[in-house]
């Protein structure tokens, strides 16, 4: 039977959990229906009227049950986020494997023993509340952690930099991205005149956008993504010395994307996708993880390097800045209800605990002052009640009343010094908030930038430099669709040439596409500077991973159920979640009797909701051959770079949906070290066993062979060999 419940949230009893147990009910049979005050109703569905003997006649404006019904609903509506509306969020932990007590005394970074309880909302920046989750966009990555001296908040972004410097660029640069002011188009995305109007009168943007057009803006998952606080924070030590730091999350699956095409459809196929991904594997228990780092530099070293290490718009190398990692975040529970948990969670970039401080960051400042002031027109003065906001320890001030004040404070003094000394404040020692006493210079008062924030190229050629073929590929793409929806000339000639400042490959390839004028020469030397961890590659494990990959399996009445089932095994084994779509989602039957329940019928699922296919043998080969879904199926999938298996009579059917022509693909039943599979695995008979105790690159058997391409994730050759591009 359903539960009434939508989900069992008691998996991970934690002190924010406690805390929101006071203001959490639970629908039950034996509670009856009451107004909000209080009264039991015994009619919800019929407004009071006056009525004649056909039973018609006014509403009674007497009726006060449903006037509040409906006044209350006409209410219901809050302003959503300025930006990053459209989100989704869960609940989670942080602990620490190594104490940071030689460069912080935050608990949260030294105590080893605590598990932090954690909100994390991820997001998108453009689309509003309602629109799709997997458009082309940088992703927001806000974790609060109720520490057990106050809410931390590290609101970061899954993109390293930003595209300004300072804070006050920030309301242009989001009235250029958003949807034009004349006709509000267009939605989730940044593929319009005004974007890369702003982009190209903005040269700061240049790194920041070539990470937007790489595949880390239109990410597999958000369980896939790295996790950046962006700005430069500082860490204070017990001997009162600081350090500069950058706070980074790396995730346990690696970091993967969609391709283009598959993320343009699945916005319109499933626009939840990412928000059902996250969901579906806390769900199942497969928790999300990810790596907490940190990069620091010493105060004393601050001016040491030819980028300025408080500009937002400029990574720290790894080469320089190893990236120390120290704890892991896990979402492990979703919510309960949607709006009073995710949609009203709200994030200060100034929220920070003792052993943790601010920079001078510019970008840093103005965000300090933004995101309180946000809160306050949309969710007003007392936001900071709401149960997903409260802290989990102690929390007393004279701060009073104001809009929706819940709390009752007892006592006759509101003001402090008092005649009680009631509610006294904090000295350090005893864990009171003092900000680093940084030595100031007198200075000048004007609008001025360090010199070094004027250099806006060298790293974003640097970032270009990082990338693998396949993903320079597709920034040229990402440009390409991008410009190629800006219908003003000066917009996509001036773009187009601008980007010979990065590349000039990359420059003509785009301008010949967009219609600009093909630039002769680079308007930058490039030195050939890389760095790691930019490229996605370089986070492919070389373990064949590939829990909660979504592997689709084909089947029809008359399947080979011995493949079946071992297929089934094995994936589930290695943590994948395999789903079984047939004709209809009543039972079908195999060919030696046995019967499955389809998740999903043919109509009802696309390929793009998957990372894999498998499809068995047995006389069911027939009708799929006939059935047009199936056969675009795996035509799509073949050009949306997945692998594809099948078992039997399937062989055929694979092979003349992809039409390879000449290309052979690998037969596991045969010698495949001498043929290019590209990901495409197949065998005319049943393998020996469904098992793979030991997966790698030389993994012949047909098992083994699947599930090591599932975890590359995507076979990059096809798309390089052009073959991919059939659909
Ligand atoms: Fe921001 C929301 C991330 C620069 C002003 N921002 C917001 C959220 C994220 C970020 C993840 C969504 C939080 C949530 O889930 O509720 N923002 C960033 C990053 C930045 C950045 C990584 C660059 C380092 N933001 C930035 C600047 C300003 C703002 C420079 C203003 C001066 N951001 C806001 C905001 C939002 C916001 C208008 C909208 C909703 C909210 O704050 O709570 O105040």
Known sequence: MTSLLKSDNTRSAD?????????????????????????????????????????????????????????????ERIPERVVHARGTGAFG???????????????????????????????????????????????????????????????????????????????????????????????????????????????ETTHMYQWAMSDRAIPR?????????????????????????????????????????????????????????????IDKGHFPKWKFGLQLIPEEKQHDFEFDILDATKVWPEELVPIRYIGELELNRNVDEFFPQTEQVAFCTSHIVPGIDFSDDPLLQGRNFSYFDTQLSRLGVNWQELPINRPVCPFMNMNRDGAMRHRITKGTVNYWPNRFEANPPSSVAQGGFASYPEKQHQGVKGRYFSEKFKEHFNQAQMFYNSLSNIEKLHVAKAYSFELDHCDDELVY???????????????????????????????????????????????LSDKPIIATRRIAFLIGNGFDYAAYSGMKSVLEEHGAFVFTIGPHRQPVEAESGEKVTPDHHFPGMRSTMFDATFIPGG??????????????????SFAHLKPIAGLGGAVDLIRQQINLGEVKVADASTDHTTTESYGVITARSNPASFQADHVDA??????????????????????????????
């Open 15 to 75: 002190g924010k959990l406690a805390d929101l147990k006071k203001d959490t009910v639970e629908l039950s049979k034996d509670q009856h229906m009451t107004t909000d005050y209080g009264i039991k109703i015994s009619d919800p569905d019929h407004w009071l009227r006056v009525v004649n003997d056909h039973h018609n006649g006014p509403s009674l404006l007497e009726d006060q049950i449903a006037r509040e019904k409906i006044m209350r609903f006409d209410h």
């Open 93 to 203: 932990s942080f602990k620490l494997f190594e104490s940071a007590e030689d460069v912080t005394t935050a608990g949260v970074l030294t105590d080893t023993s605590r598990t932090t309880p954690v909100f994390l909302r991820f997001s998108t920046v453009q689309g509003s509340k309602g629109s799709a989750d997997t458009v082309r966009d940088v992703r927001g990555f806000a974790v609060k952690m109720y520490t057990s001296e106050g809410n931390w908040d590290i609101v970061g972004n899954n993109i390293p930099v930003f595209f300004i410097q300072d804070a006050m660029k920030f309301p242009d640069f989001v009235h250029a991205v958003k949807p034009e002011p004349h006709n509000e188009i267009p939605q989730g995305q940044s593929a319009h005149n005004n974007f890369w109007d702003f982009e190209y009168m903005h040269t």
């Open 221 to 281: 998952s958000y369980r896939m993504m790295q996790g950046f606080g962006v700005n430069t924070f500082s860490l204070i030590n017990a001997q009162g010395k600081r350090h500069f730091v950058k706070f980074i999350f790396t995730p346990e699956l690696g970091v993967h994307s969609l391709v283009w095409d598959e993320a343009l459809k699945i916005a319109g196929q499933d626009p939840d996708f990412h928000r059902k991904d996250l969901m579906d594997a």
């Open 493 to 539: 000639k001036r773009m187009s040439e601008r980007l010979a400042v990065i590349d000039l490959g990359l420059a003509q390839t785009v301008a010949k596409n967009v219609g600009g004028d093909t630039p002769t020469k680079a308007l930058k030397e490039n030195k050939g500077h890389k760095a790691k961890g930019l490229s996605q590659f370089d986070f």
């Open 619 to 636: 006389n069911h080969i027939a009708a799929l051959s006939k059935n047009g879904v199936a056969k675009y199926w795996i035509t799509e």
């Open 698 to 727: 030389n993994s012949k058997g047909f098992p083994e062979q699947f599930i090591w391409h599932v975890s590359r994730h995507r076979n990059w050759k096809r798309e390089l060999d052009g073959l991919a591009d059939q659909i």
